[in-house]
């Protein structure tokens, strides 16, 4: 079982910045992609950016050059940087993973999410 904890939400003004993090742990063998999405108020839930082991990322056309992903395998933890928000940002951020995880020597893929965090933007 892989469990994600998030951190890093708040209340912010438009223009400004935040940081999210999301720290996996558990029975861990493997962490192949890691992401963030985000579902407004009466939105539905949309990928924001997500990053391979390899380093590779994807973002939302909405987001680019304004948010950056990066993640640090060694602690296994993705990071939101968020620069430039804009009121139309507001919404829950949820982390998710995906890979391999294990138990009794047996390996098994697994989908987790985190609890989500809120990010509110002001104008």
């Known amino acids: 079982q892989v469990q994600l904890v998030e951190s890093g939400g708040g209340l912010v003004q438009a223009g400004g910045s935040l940081r999210l993090s999301c720290a996996a742990s558990?029975?861990?063998?493997?962490?192949?992609?890691m992401g963030w999405y985000r579902q407004g108020p009466g939105k539905q839930r949309e990928l924001v950016a997500n990053i391979t082991s390899g380093g590779v990322t994807k973002y939302a056309d909405s987001v680019k050059d304004r948010f950056t992903i990066s993640r640090d395998n060694a602690k296994n933890t993705v990071y939101l940087q968020m620069n430039s928000l804009k009121p139309e940002d507001t919404a829950v951020y949820s982390c998710n993973a995906e890979g391999l995880t294990y138990s009794r020597s047996r390996y098994y893929p697994y989908n987790s999410w985190g609890q989500g965090t809120q990010v509110t933007v002001s104008s």
């Open positions: 558990g029975s861990i063998f493997s962490i192949n992609a």
